[in-house]
């Protein structure tokens, strides 16, 4: 099919504050149309070329990179890293997960948790869940004033505007899932002795309002997906599809840094070089 890691889905799954969230959570709408082989191979060559660039990020440490990943439950935010960031050097990668706060972090700020994972200069920092719970979670179950609402915006507004003048560049994901599909999911983890572990009872609760938290996100990504710092909605229903698309805009993003290690004195080296060979070989005479 010709398809290429550069083929435009960073703009085409963007979403700009005038638009909603499209219904579709199986491809995304107006691009090519893709089939499953294709999209595995997309995957593997993002990965591959992703492992050189996290090399040369590290390497020039100049530049980091934020990925936000959000999504309603079973929607894919573990298989999604573990496809994106599985064949990187875990030197130069951390992910973070963040649940219901610890006493200490509830005696903080909402964000006073979130700017201490944020990655380094060097670092790809991969956040399972953000500090956009904080506006997710009181709006679905309406225990968020509408003031509070556009004030919590604002915060995140400057706080990832902040981080953007510190070189910290934020992909945000929305991983797009349907509530057919996260039946299937749920009860795919019930029949698997192996994957009783991933289930929980707030699951099935937060399920009975997964109108509740749709609607939430509704609003909230076209809220927050500011001019410099755009969401992403990637379907999730399938799978392979949801890997091959989230591989793809995390490497151009990494990829428009355009990192590279830094020059080294050649004739430094090469001296060093040359030094050390002649030390070795005297030590074996």
Do not use: C
Request: charged share 25%; net charge negative; hydrophobic share 35%.
């Amino acid at each position: 099919m010709g398809h290429h890691i550069d083929q435009g889905w960073s703009e085409l799954t963007q979403l700009t504050s005038s638009d909603d969230i499209p219904s579709e959570t199986s491809v995304i709408p107006g691009a090519p149309e893709l089939g499953k082989k294709e999209a595995k191979k997309i995957r593997r060559r993002a990965v591959k070329r992703l492992v050189a660039l996290q090399e040369a990020l590290y390497a020039q440490a100049t530049d980091g990179v934020l990925v936000v990943l959000q999504g309603l439950d079973t929607a894919g935010k573990d298989g999604t890293i573990r496809a994106v960031f599985g064949g990187v050097n875990p030197q130069g990668v951390k992910v973070h997960g963040f649940k219901v706060p610890t006493p200490d972090e509830a005696a903080h700020d909402y964000l006073y948790r979130i700017h201490q994972a944020v990655p380094a200069r060097g670092e790809i920092g991969v956040f399972n869940r953000s500090h956009y719970e904080d506006l997710i979670v009181p709006l679905a179950t309406k225990k968020m004033t509408e003031k509070a609402f556009m004030t919590r915006i604002d915060e995140i507004h400057e706080f990832e505007s902040y981080l953007l003048e510190q070189k910290i560049t934020i992909v945000k994901l929305y991983l797009h899932v349907s509530y057919e599909e996260q039946g299937r999911r749920l009860l795919s983890r019930l029949k698997n002795p192996e994957k009783h572990w991933k289930f929980s009872p707030n699951d099935l609760t937060t399920r009975e309002h997964f109108s509740s938290f749709s609607e939430a996100y509704r609003r909230i990504i076209p809220a927050t997906s500011f001019d410099e710092l755009p969401w992403h909605i990637i379907p999730a229903d399938q799978r392979w599809y949801r890997n091959s698309v989230a591989s793809s805009i995390v490497t151009e993003a990494v990829a428009a840094l355009a990192p590279h290690a830094p020059e080294i004195d050649i004739a430094h080296i090469a001296k060093i070089r040359d030094e050390l060979t002649t030390e070795l070989n005297d030590s074996n005479d």
